[in-house]
């Protein structure tokens, strides 16, 4: 069986998954990295990406492009033009780095950049398949779930150009889902689902869903706030105790703070898995080298101050969907920033009921999720497709005291199924029961009777489904969510299968 790949290139990083014989996982780098820095480096002889450009970047930094996936779309915040160490140049919309290649002045696009990154997960991937051509296999890519047809198929066609036979674009808090398999196995379940992701210089929060083995994100919510953040708390806490030791401000030099910010981010990761770690810089400042000991505990407590930050999207995620946190009965944690301990049990506190889903590691979980659905994907469509399916003949209607007008329609004619759909129910003024009545085609036609008594009047969350299977058959359900009651009846084959009739597409 061959293989198939799922890449997730993102702002800071960009990670490979390899799909074959049932099993998806990772595939590390020449260096032995799950993940690769996603940065491009020009210098006077070549072209670098990944970690050798990260590793230059402080010798090389006007050079050396980062964080260049929020370049790829739209128009970017004047701040984010002014804080680049890379000169970037903006012609109608249009972005250009300008940077010293083999002596000369080069303008390079930011598909330039994500097409040198492309080509070196393409290195990745044929060092994986043993040098043989990885060109037809099976390829998934992620975006964020706010680009456009057309932004998509740029992306796309960076990856094409760089080799990979990409046969589709997913979203990333689709992938995110499809790593932990959410809704794969049973068809019947259904609930909301937040995908938590923290990158290295953004935050996505997204309400996915999950429902007949399908994922509708309900509403998403993007802030300029990531890893950076937190790697700049500790920078601070450092530089403070570098100031205290030494009396000696090392923010005067920004060569002195770029090598403590990349210790910073190192301590960062280290306080992740143990209790303490050590920061050692050599040279830091005017020849004083500095060492010193970080506690978790210590770095927790000044992670405190930009932690409203990192929790008040999802409150504001969560009231836009109308929805409570015991409304989420599972929590997605991706991005590699997600990591940090001190986010992971913020999250823990807001949703204690949830199930906190993080046994993949966060930066690695959408490339999972994309290389698992390269791997159901058909290589060669038929010429000719033809869908054999299932469609309701007739409408399906809900009738009673609590429905809307007193009826309403439940599933529409022509309906494909498998289906499963569900209608709202209001407990009608000073009643304690509720009871409702499906019909097929026409009110005279009552296959189903529902009822429910013994409710609260003032709380209550009624709503009336049903699951149609493939075979035709169908199970009804009426549910009063605050109290858990619930009354049901089926609609059996062959009875159930004369409502349906056999379309081709």
């Known amino acids: 069986m061959s293989a198939s790949f799922g890449i997730h290139v993102g702002n800071t990083s960009a990670c490979l998954a390899v799909s074959k014989d049932g099993k998806t996982d990772v595939v590390a780098n020449a260096a032995g990295d799950r993940v690769t820095p996603a940065m491009v480096a020009f210098t006077d002889t070549e072209i670098v990406v990944g970690v050798a450009a990260k590793q230059g970047r402080l010798r090389n930094a006007t050079n050396t492009v980062a964080n260049n996936k929020r370049m790829m779309v739209g128009k970017v915040d004047e701040t984010v033009i002014n804080t680049s160490q890379v000169n ?177 981010e190192t301590c960062k990761h280290v306080l992740s898995t143990l209790d303490t770690a050590h920061c050692y810089v050599e040279s830091l400042y005017d020849g004083m080298d500095f060492s010193t000991n970080v506690t978790r505990a210590r770095f927790e407590n000044e992670m405190s101050k930009v932690m409203s930050k990192f929790i008040e999207p999802v409150e504001d995620l969560l009231e836009n969907c109308k929805l409570e946190e015991s409304d989420i009965s599972k929590v997605i944690l991706c991005g590699g920033s997600t990591k940090v301990l001190k986010i992971q049990k913020a999250l823990s506190g807001m949703f204690p009921d949830a199930e906190i889903l993080s046994s993949l590691a966060g930066d690695e979980a959408i490339a999972i999720g994309a290389g698992m659905q390269a791997s159901v994907m058909t290589k060669t469509p038929p010429e000719e497709p033809k869908i054999s399916a299932l469609a309701i003949s007739q409408q399906l209607l809900v009738t009673g005291a609590g429905v809307s007008d007193g009826k309403a329609v439940l599933v529409a004619a022509d309906t494909l199924v498998p289906a499963k759909r569900t209608v709202a129910l209001t407990l009608p003024e000073g009643a304690t029961s509720i009871a409702v009545s499906i019909s097929w085609g026409t009110e005279d036609q009552v296959v189903a009777n529902m009822e429910i008594e013994d ?51």
């Open 88 to 264: 970037i140049n903006e012609n109608e919309g249009a972005y250009k780095y300008c940077v010293d290649y083999k002596e000369k002045e080069k303008q390079v696009s930011p598909s330039d950049i994500l097409n040198h990154v492309y080509k070196y997960v393409h290195t990745i991937a044929e060092g994986h398949s043993g040098g043989t051509d990885v060109n037809h296999n099976n390829t998934v890519l992620t975006v964020p779930l706010s680009y456009t047809k057309q932004e998509r198929e740029a992306v796309a066609k960076c990856a094409k150009d760089a080799g990979f036979n990409v046969v589709q674009v997913i979203s990333e808090p689709t992938a995110a889902c499809l790593s932990y398999g959410l809704g794969q196995v049973d068809l019947n379940e259904r609930f909301n689902c937040l995908v938590y992701r923290v990158g290295g210089i953004s935050m996505t929060a997204s309400v996915v869903l999950v429902a007949g083995g399908c994922y509708s994100v309900l509403d998403t919510i993007n802030c300029e706030i990531g890893g950076d953040a937190v790697t700049e708390v500790l920078v601070n806490f450092l530089a403070k105790e570098f100031k205290l030791k030494y009396k000696a401000d090392i923010t005067e030099s920004k060569k002195g703070l770029a090598k403590l910010s990349a210790q910073a």
């Open 455 to 505: 409710l609260d009047v003032k709380s209550n969350k009624l709503s009336v489904g049903v699951h149609i299977h493939r075979d035709g058959s169908c199970h009804f359900i009426l549910t009063d969510k605050v109290s858990g009651k619930s009354a049901d009846a089926s609609l059996k084959t062959p009875a159930a299968a004369a409502a349906t009739s056999q379309v081709e597409q």
